[in-house]
Nanobody, 120 residues
């Protein structure tokens, strides 16, 4: 099982980007999928999370600007980022808590990270 993230890049302040993260492999179920970010010199912080039950939560710093969504059939999570600010610059990581086929426990998986740079 692996997570593959994509969609990062360079964008001007006020612009938009959409990140995608697909989980692939022998997956029995996914409990939640989330996006984290880590800026240079900072700790990794939770940006947004969506659960299998449809609950969504956001960091205060991105509320009203970012939207997390999930395609359960494709095991894919998206992060639509609007009104981007320079302080959103970071490496963004996707994360999933899932159960692999044949396991009787949950596992935390991480994608490889994708760089988002907000600069003029």
């Amino acid at each position: 099982v692996q997570l593959q993230a994509s969609g990062g890049g360079l964008v001007q302040p006020g612009g938009s980007l959409r990140l995608s993260c697909a989980a692939s492999g022998s997956i029995f179920s996914i409990n939640f999928m989330a996006w984290w970010r880590q800026a240079p010199g900072n700790q990794r912080e939770l940006v947004a999370v969506t659960t299998s039950g449809g609950t969504k939560n956001y960091a205060d710093s991105v509320k009203g600007r970012f939207t997390i969504s999930r395609d359960a059939a494709e095991n894919t999570v998206y992060l639509q980022m609007n009104s981007l600010k320079p302080e959103d610059t970071a490496v963004y990581y996707c994360n999933a808590n899932l159960r692999r086929s044949g396991d009787n426990y949950n596992t935390a998986m991480w994608g490889q990270g994708t760089l988002v740079t907000v600069s003029s």
